[in-house]
């Protein structure tokens, strides 16, 4: 199986080694570190999705998982 390489320009999945397109917004916040209104965003495909915010999840940070923008997991 290979991995679909994007555009220059396109966003890619934060997960270590992939270069899938991202087609979701992972956005968390460390409260140790960040003040309650910030959020970071990791960007994750579809098979990376679920490990990325359960990593998350598992350290209290994760706050919610979105669409990216102009992915085709939007609803028209």
Avoid: Y
């Avoid at 956005?27 to 910030?38: F, M, T, Y």
């Amino acid at each position: 199986m290979t991995t679909p390489h994007p555009d220059d320009d396109a966003l890619v999945c934060s997960a270590r080694g992939c270069r899938a397109p991202a087609e979701f917004q992972l956005r968390w916040q460390n409260p140790r570190l960040h003040n309650p209104d910030r959020r970071k965003i990791w960007l994750a495909c579809p098979t990376h999705r679920t490990s990325l915010g359960d990593f998350l999840d598992a350290r209290g940070f994760l706050r919610e998982v979105v669409p990216l923008p102009g992915s085709p997991t939007l609803e028209s």
